[in-house]
């Protein structure tokens, strides 16, 4: 049996803040998140609002440029040779910068509302589609299409170890794990209940983690440890975990 560990009241951020003179009064509506090349040199940044990827030079937090993607870029994926895969969660398309490049190389379109990502054993790419209920797989050099998964819920966060992946369902407290060659799903998993924290008249409810934001592996597969966002009780309503 896998277990499974939660995280909750999910975001740790680490932020540079660069100097950005005459930007008035803008305030930024949404960010997506960040990624890093493996000799720490480079830093890619999904900007959701201006539908690019920002580069950071990391030793002087300067910004080398940026690259144009599709709409609402959500999440970044680097993979061991510093391939940079993005998702644009609002145009339905996965894309890919080659290591050292400032442009895009293929676009690839996926299922609705792309979110997270993940390579596998085969050398795919998995692209979790949040308003599909479906994880896409993908020949992660072309973006061409092998496959597609259905899993139902809200996919979100999606990681591999070998080809077998977790997928985090957003609304709901489920996990699925997934042969992500064979598109069968092994197992689903509900994230244990634990008592609430409040304060309640009488006896209190349980409190069910809820909207799984992420998802990482033990290097053995052993542990899944979750991140989520909310804290669902037996209540109407949503309590802050």
Known sequence: MRNLLTIGATLVA????????????YV???SGSLGLTSDD?????????????????TATMEIIGHIPVGSAPERILVGPDDTVWVTNRGGRTVMRIPAGSMEVAATGLVGGEPVGMSLNEDGNLLVANS????????????LGNVGEIAVGGTPWAI?????????????????AVIDSVTG??????EIEHEQSENCFMGEAPDRIPNQPADVVLSPDGDR??????????????????
């Open 14 to 25: 680490t932020l540079a803040l660069v100097g950005c003179p005459n930007q008035g009064n």
């Open 28 to 30: 930024p509506r949404s």
């Open 41 to 57: 040199a480079t830093l890619f940044v999904a900007d959701t609002d201006h539908n690019r990827v920002t580069v950071i030079a």
């Open 131 to 142: 308003s599909s209920g479906t994880v896409s797989v993908l020949d992660s050099q072309t």
């Open 159 to 175: 990681t591999a170890l070998g080809n077998t992946a977790y997928v985090t369902d957003l609304l709901s407290s489920r996990v």
């Open 184 to 189: 069968d799903i092994e197992e689903e998993m």
């Open 224 to 241: 899944a440890y979750i991140a989520h966002v909310l804290a669902r009780t037996g209540t109407d309503g949503f309590t802050n975990d």
